[in-house]
């Protein structure tokens, strides 16, 4: 076995360090894709999709003509006739995502899980879901469904996106709370949501 030289030492130790700053950076970079929802929209990334200029902060999208304003889900279970009765699984396209080792029903509307009632009597199994994900997910959906009107969140446009319908935006956050990529949690998906709509709340 040939001994290597001190210059081959360091340029190999210097491969090792870029190798594994790359890697750290491929992982952070996954992360926050993955908890993309996670990411507040007038930061560089918002799953990839709702700002072009990706990586380098350039607003250039949607949320450049005007201030972001949201409300949050009290102000729509307490503001009745804005869509809370729409079904959850019409918005998105799949049942409301289920606290750990329990069952959601079928049926329940953007209001019921915005109410966050205890699913037959179970307290540890409530209706808005680990980390009222469920809650946060109507609420971003009755944001979008009532931007220009009650509240300025235009990711849907049917002619320059980054959604072209109301149904493609509620599919994607449904993926993206159903299916978060590691290390984001359902649970830390509507921890995210709620901190986008306190953020701009209007």
Do not use: C
């Amino acid at each position: 076995m040939t001994k290597m030289s001190n210059t081959e030492e360091q340029d190999k130790s210097s491969a090792q360090q870029v190798s594994t700053v790359a890697k750290r950076r491929d992982f952070l970079k996954k992360a926050t894709v993955g908890a993309a929802i996670a990411t507040i929209p007038s930061h560089s990334v918002w799953a990839g999709r709702l700002i072009s200029g990706n990586m380098s902060g350039n607003v250039s999208g949607w949320a450049q003509e005007g201030k972001l304003a949201t409300l949050s889900h009290g102000y729509y279970k307490t503001h009745i006739g804005n869509g809370e009765q729409m079904l959850f699984s019409d918005a998105f396209g799949g049942e409301p995502i289920e606290n750990m080792g329990e069952v959601m029903p079928a049926g329940l509307t953007l209001l019921d899980v915005m109410n966050n009632f205890a699913i037959d009597g179970d307290n540890g199994n409530k209706s808005g879901g680990p980390g009222m994900v469920n809650a946060q997910l109507a609420t971003m959906y009755l944001n979008a469904k009532n931007s220009g009107g009650l509240t300025y969140w235009p990711v849907v446009n049917t002619s320059t996106g980054p959604f072209y319908s109301l149904q493609e935006y509620g599919a994607y956050l449904y993926d993206q709370a159903r299916n978060p990529t590691f290390p984001a949690t359902s649970e830390s998906v509507g921890e995210a949501l709620d901190l986008i709509i306190n953020q701009h709340h209007a």
